[in-house]
């Protein structure tokens, strides 16, 4: 039977280009985005992906049929146009990427007029204006034009982080970082914010945006292997690496280690409670690590299903100062905008190693130890509910939490098995105090799932 590789999920509409993703569904899906904005401006930016330029014409086109006006912010990171679309009160956006994922897939990361992932609601009400194709249809007066903006978004985004740290401190003590842009959304940004904004003597690899990917899109320790060997051969004293569309940020310290990505997302949520007052929100696959940093600064930590629709959507409840998904490299700080963003994590670790004087290993070597494993299963349809019903009976003296698949808490320890939003795969975490019991439940529940 043949794989079905086109997702909906809480971001967008996904899937592999030319058998499931066609111009056709894209340019339906943008009529479906543009009846739901109405008329006005609507910005649409891309990542590096070849792909990209045929399906970004597609949704100009469903755009323009609705009578919306497309403002064209070329290869833009996602959260650099999230910003744009907020501070240019625009009626909504939409960035073709498909983020981490790889370079066969692509996307339609769907924003509303405050540059935020739709709510439940939102995504409810395009979904029915998609499924019923009631689609807006401009007549001929009220034809609009596609206009060109690529300097601005970057400049916001710059101005806004650039508020929250001590950025002539840091030209002065002049960093070497060592950088893996995969030849994403970010290459050109990323390297005149390290070098210009932030003064990094920057040793930068893959930050050309007209070749392909030249590793695994998704910035992992197992995909970084030209990352850690640069941070090694350059003397660096930080590394860092990003996905195609530079929300992700994964960091390598001065050694070539690449660190945890929860261990990233700890040293900035320890950073940010350190001067502002506030709680934070993360996902339930992210590390406990976090809930002992807030407890040490006396602030909660609330826990949501996997997505950054649904952080920021608990983060704007508890009006929480920082938050995330550790377990893929994303920091949120509502400060620059409710979105994940790598630039604000590389700014904020940067400062964090000017002020202390410390490496960003001696940084990370101070983090509460935790051991953690992750993997993904195959599943068939029909057999989720008596997995997860098995896998429950198993731990019969765990907590559960079915907000998102099921999660099992034990003593000094966690097991998160779900459905991806992306992949039709079960995702899997385990955590625990020591890597003894880590490999053992990790071993018990991948026989279970089969």
């Known amino acids: 039977m043949r794989e079905h590789r086109l997702k909906v999920g809480v971001s967008g509409i996904r899937g592999v280009v030319g058998e499931f993703l066609t111009p056709a569904l894209a340019c339906s899906y943008a009529q479906a985005f543009g009846t739901f904005a109405g008329k006005g401006r609507v910005v649409l930016g891309r990542d590096t992906r070849s792909s990209g330029e045929m399906l970004k014409h597609a949704v100009a086109c469903g755009l323009l049929a609705t009578g919306c006006e497309v403002v064209d912010v070329g290869i833009q990171p996602t959260p650099t146009i999230q910003i744009y679309i ?17 370079p066969e897939y692509n996307a339609l990361k769907l924003f509303n007029h405050e540059g935020l992932f739709f709510n439940h609601y939102e995504r409810r009400e395009l979904l029915d204006i998609f499924y019923e194709s009631q689609f807006r249809t401009a007549a001929n007066e009220e034809m609009r034009s596609v206009h060109c903006d690529h300097e601005t978004p970057m400049n916001m985004h710059v101005g806004r982080i650039l508020r929250h740290v001590d950025a002539a401190r840091l030209k002065t003590r002049r960093f070497r970082v060592a950088l893996d842009g995969v030849n994403g959304a970010g290459s050109a940004l990323s390297c005149r914010f390290l070098e210009k904004d932030l003064g990094c003597d920057l040793r930068a690899i893959s930050v050309d945006p007209t070749k392909p990917f030249p590793r695994e899109a998704e910035p992992r320790p197992d995909t970084l292997g030209d990352l850690q060997e640069l941070v090694r051969r350059e003397r660096a004293e930080i590394g860092f690496g990003q996905d195609p569309d530079g929300d992700r940020l994964a960091v390598a310290d001065e050694h070539g280690r690449v660190l945890d990505n929860d261990d990233v997302l700890a040293l900035v949520v320890d950073a940010t ?3 502002m007052p506030g709680d934070v929100v993360v996902n339930l696959t992210t590390s406990s690590v976090i809930d002992d940093i807030a407890l040490a600064h006396g602030r909660k930590c609330y826990r949501t299903p996997v997505g950054e629709a649904n952080v920021v959507e608990m983060m704007q409840a508890t009006r929480s100062v920082i938050g995330g998904e550790g377990s893929n490299g994303g920091v949120i700080f509502p400060a620059v905008q409710y979105c994940r963003d790598s630039y604000t994590g590389m700014a904020f670790l940067l400062d ?28 068939e349809h029909g057999r989720l509910g008596p997995l997860m019903q098995a896998l429950e009976d198993s731990f019969p003296d765990a907590l559960t939490d079915r907000t998102d698949g099921l999660k099992l808490v034990l003593p000094e320890a ?20 020591t890597e003894q019991r880590v490999e053992e439940l990790y071993g018990s529940v991948r026989k279970l799932l089969g």
């Not at 459905?419 to 625990?432: D, G």
């Open 414 to 433: 966690w097991i998160h098995v779900r459905v991806s939003n992306t992949e039709p795969l079960l995702r899997l975490a385990i955590e625990a105090k």
């Open 273 to 275: 409670l350190s001067s």
């Open 352 to 379: 964090l190693m000017e002020r202390t004087g410390k490496t960003i290993s001696e940084l990370a070597a101070r983090l509460p130890r935790y051991y953690r494993r992750s993997g993904k299963v195959a599943f």
């Open 86 to 102: 907020g501070a240019t009160r625009a009626r909504g956006g939409i960035s073709v990427t498909a983020s981490h994922n790889p």
